[in-house]
């Protein structure tokens, strides 16, 4: 007869996703429910803090129990919970913190806080269970541009990081500004696709220098002196170009660096993680640059790369397979890094 399965409850309320999943042994997704705040926040044109903690607060105990009903248990089955704490938005992260708390405690079943980040590096292990490290991973999202090595599970260094937005949030900044609906880089991506990418260069910050560090600010000004310039002089945006030349100015960079990494670090495996890796362009960009050097690429499939519960629960039984639990004291920290994080901060 088979072992029962490790069941771990992981819970992600970091931003706008209540997201609740069931994972099996730390790789089988056993249910993975998510209740999107997106048409809630749609009319501001991005996340309002105090609204999507209040919308946790509705959502969060519907979604656990869907998660637990999908996935054919009940709370006694459960052997873990696994929460986010950070990094993400205070109000929204101490939802998911509390639950994950009080759901533990009544339980008697050991807490693991994990990194938002962290988490989504973990989505490839969901599908990719044979992925081992050392690998460079790029993970960017709408809150985050890191590129780190793993030498292995659990140990991380940062080998460049935006200095000023992330990949995501200026794909959301410029839809914004475009009358594009929240979240804009599905939005940027989809007009892209019958754009030409060369119509206008925009500039690629940071690209070239010595350092793995990313910049998208400079991009975000000239799209919107782009922008503001079209408009005043009365000129129509041929929006499919702007979207793949924008898009394209982005892509370019973080494939180039990404694999520069993984070249610099030696390594043959680089994954990609994150909102912004569910983006076609990117993932045919690195595998086509990848490829010749024989590096191969993982990334996870659509509905993983995006916010959700069920990496934050493979993160959470791998990281208490090697010895890591919380206690009650855990609290959310809002600008938590995935280094300091490492180093027990
Ligand atoms: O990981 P995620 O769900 O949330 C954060 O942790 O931020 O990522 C959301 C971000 C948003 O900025 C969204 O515009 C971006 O990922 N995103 C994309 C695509 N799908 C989502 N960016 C570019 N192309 C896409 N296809
Ligand atoms: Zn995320």
């Known amino acids: 007869m088979n072992a029962k399965p490790f069941l771990t409850l992981g819970i992600e309320t970091s931003c706008d996703e209540t997201a609740a999943a069931v994972v099996a042994d730390g790789t089988r997704i056993l249910s993975n429910v998510i209740a999107s705040q997106v048409d809630l926040h749609q009319r501001f044109g991005g996340v309002v803090p105090e609204i999507a903690a209040r919308k946790h607060i509705e959502t969060v105990f519907p979604v656990i129990d869907q998660a637990l009903r999908d996935a054919g248990a009940g709370f006694a089955d459960l052997d873990l919970i696994a929460v986010t704490y950070g990094p993400g938005l205070i109000g929204a992260l101490l939802v998911g913190l509390q639950a994950a708390k009080a759901i533990a405690f009544a339980l008697e079943k050991p807490l693991v806080g994990i990194n938002h980040v962290e988490g989504h590096i973990y989505a490839n292990m969901l599908s990719h269970p044979e992925l081992e490290p050392p690998f460079v991973c790029l993970t960017a999202s709408g809150g985050h541009t890191d590129l780190l090595y793993v030498p292995e599970f659990g140990r991380y260094e940062l080998l ?65 002196y782009y922008i503001n310039n079209a408009r005043q002089r009365g000129d129509t945006i041929n929006l499919p ?105």
């Open 160 to 224: 460049g990081r935006t200095r000023d937005d992330a990949a995501g949030e200026a794909f959301d900044k410029i839809a914004r500004v475009l009358g594009l609906p929240y979240p804009g880089g599905p939005q940027i991506s989809r007009l892209a696709e019958t754009g030409n990418r060369e119509a206008i260069g925009f500039p690629r910050g940071l690209s070239g220098e010595d350092t793995f560090d990313f910049s998208f600010s400079g991009l975000k000004t000239f799209a919107l």
């Open 241 to 345: 170009d702007f979207a793949a030349s924008f898009q394209w100015a982005i892509v370019d960079v973080l494939a180039d660096k990404v694999i520069r990494a993984a070249q610099f670090k030696g390594v043959r495996r680089v994954v990609l993680s994150g909102g912004v890796s569910a983006n076609q362009s990117l993932r045919r960009e690195v595998l086509a640059l990848a490829q010749p050097l024989g590096i191969s690429v993982y990334f996870p499939p659509l509905d993983l790369c995006t916010d959700n519960a069920a990496m934050i629960a493979s993160a959470g039984y791998f990281k208490y397979k090697a010895g890591c639990s919380h206690g009650w004291d855990l609290n959310a920290v809002p600008s938590l890094r995935l280094i300091e994080y490492e180093r027990g901060k």
